[in-house]
């Protein structure tokens, strides 16, 4: 099946920081979606974007399905930005398949 | 709020139990995804269901089951429960299977 690898594992930042979070993805995909899941487990959609580039508010995101890889920009970060955030990928009916995320502490 | 309800939130039960785990997708959606989120497999898609209709399955055990009533709201149905079980089930609705799949709170399970 499809492969989804996300990176860093890992970040700590600092309020008010950027960062950048990467997903690469083994095939071709017709679905990519982006969720941030917070310290109550709740999973909420940020972007559906299996191409192209979106913006909302201080989160964008940019997707080049040609290379098989996504991108995720938080600008100026808050502390409420704190959480687990995934990358999920899929072809149609399967469902998505789901990198293992990339936890993000933002210190006040 | 997504509008995906699940119920219940929570459950304790023991092992060799059965239980089962209720979802309403968003009005109007058609499709209905299961999900396991465990620390050891991280967050796994299970089987999902259009218009009543089983259309795809992941990794789902053959001790759990699913369905999806005329209504459009879907039961998973887990047996023999055992310790490794322990997880949060997620259920997730879209219009479209390639469309934005918009997730509910979760029912967190404990198998004692």
């Known amino acids: 099946g499809i492969q989804v690898e996300q990176s860093p594992p890992d970040l700590i930042l600092q309020e008010g920081a950027n960062s950048t979070l990467r997903c690469n993805f083994s095939?071709?995909?017709?679905?990519l979606q982006w969720f941030h899941q917070n310290p109550w487990g709740q999973l909420i959609n940020l972007f559906y974007i299996p191409s192209g580039t979106k913006q909302n508010g201080r989160l964008s995101a940019t997707t080049v399905a040609t290379e098989r890889y996504s991108l995720l920009y938080i600008s100026s970060s808050q502390t409420t930005d704190s959480g687990v955030y995934f990358c999920?990928?899929?072809?149609?009916?399967?469902?998505?398949?789901f990198g293992k995320g990339t936890h993000l502490i933002i210190q006040p | 709020d997504s509008g995906v309800t699940q119920t219940p939130k929570h459950l304790i039960t023991a092992t060799g139990q059965r239980v089962t785990l209720r979802c309403s997708p968003r009005?109007?959606?058609?499709?209905v995804y299961w999900y396991q989120q465990s620390l050891d497999q991280g967050l796994q898609f299970l089987i999902q269901y259009y218009n009543g209709e089983e259309r795809a399955k992941g990794n789902i055990l053959e001790r759990f089951s699913a369905q999806q009533f005329p209504d459009l709201h879907s039961e998973l149905n887990l047996s023999s429960l055992e310790l490794g079980d322990s997880a949060l089930y997620f259920c997730?609705?879209?219009?479209?299977?390639?469309?934005?799949?918009?997730f509910g709170p979760g029912t967190r399970l404990t198998v004692l």
């Open positions: 999920a990928v899929g072809g149609g009916a399967d469902g998505l398949t």
């Open positions: 997730a609705s879209t219009a479209y299977s390639t469309d934005t799949q918009y």
């Open positions: 095939d071709s995909v017709n679905n």
């Open positions: 009005s109007g959606d058609l499709s």
